[in-house]
Nanobody
Framework: QVQLVESGGGLVQAGGSLRLSCAASGRTVSTYVTGWFRQTPGKEREFVAVLRWSDGSTWYADSVKGRFTVSRDNAKNTVYLQMNSLKSEDTAIYYC?????????????????WGQGTQVTVSS
């Protein structure tokens, strides 16, 4: 079992920044990738970014590329999502998720564990 806890969400003006954290506990040694997704009411959960623990490789959705950065702190079993130049369309609940194996990193249904989510609201 892996437990994930997100933090760092909040209200920010357009153009501002936030850093989300995803702290993992439990069987973290088995985590292959940690992904970030977001969801707004009435829409499906969409891929934002992902980090592969074996080599630190990262991938991003086109909508956030160049503005968001995912990083890790191995000692703390924590993954961060640094969000800069925020736009109103970035408003959503952000979730981190973990999966144990290789595969399609961009589909939410491929992940084994999820955090509870943290609200990000960007005012224009």
């Amino acid at each position: 079992q892996v437990q994930l806890v997100e933090s760092g969400g909040g209200l920010v003006q357009a153009g501002g920044s936030l850093r989300l954290s995803c702290a993992a506990s439990g069987r973290t040694v088995s985590t292959y990738v940690t992904g970030w997704f977001r969801q707004t009411p009435g829409k499906e959960r969409e891929f934002v970014a992902v980090l592969r623990w074996s080599d630190g490789s990262t991938w991003y959705a086109d909508s956030v590329k160049g503005r968001f950065t995912v990083s890790r702190d191995n000692a703390k079993n924590t993954v961060y999502l640094q969000m800069n130049s925020l736009k109103s369309e970035d408003t959503a609940i952000y979730y981190c998720a973990a999966r144990y194996s290789d595969g399609n990193y961009f589909r939410s249904g491929e992940y084994n564990y999820w955090g509870q989510g943290t609200q990000v609201t960007v005012s224009s």
